[in-house]
């Protein structure tokens, strides 16, 4: 088992900055990478956007396109993954979330990933 802690969240004028933290415990070895997802107010139920993942051995990243202005990191001595936000917009604003998987199939996905932490709430003031 893998537990995940959010932290870092809170409310931001647009064009600031926050840094999320995603903090690994339990079986980190059975991690292959670690992914944020975003569930935003008045979207569809229970739709999750993607928004960064890491690769945590190798530490390779990949993004959805219309979030270039974040960036994602690892610190593997801490177990733990930041997702750096700069630039924010009001449409950022949304219940942040990462999650780990353990296989490396279409990290894009919700589907692909098997520990999810509770989520961190950004809100970003117009």
């Known amino acids: 088992q893998v537990q995940l802690v959010e932290s870092g969240g809170g409310l931001v004028q647009a064009g600031g900055s926050l840094r999320l933290s995603c903090a690994a415990s339990g079986d980190i070895f059975a991690i292959y990478a670690v992914g944020w997802f975003r569930q935003a107010p008045g979207k569809e139920p229970g739709k999750f956007e993607f928004?960064?993942?890491?690769?945590?051995?190798?530490?390779?990243t990949f993004y959805e396109d219309s979030v270039k202005r974040f960036t994602i990191s690892r610190d593997n001595a801490k177990n733990t993954v930041y997702l750096q936000m700069n630039g924010l917009k009001p449409e950022d604003s949304a219940v942040y979330y990462c999650?780990?998987?353990?296989?490396?199939?279409?990290?894009?996905?919700?589907?692909?990933?098997?520990?999810w932490g509770q989520g961190t709430q950004v809100t970003v003031s117009s």
């Open positions: 928004v960064s993942g890491i690769r945590w051995n190798s530490g390779n």
């Open positions: 999650a780990a998987a353990r296989g490396g199939y279409r990290l894009t996905l919700i589907s692909a990933y098997d520990y």
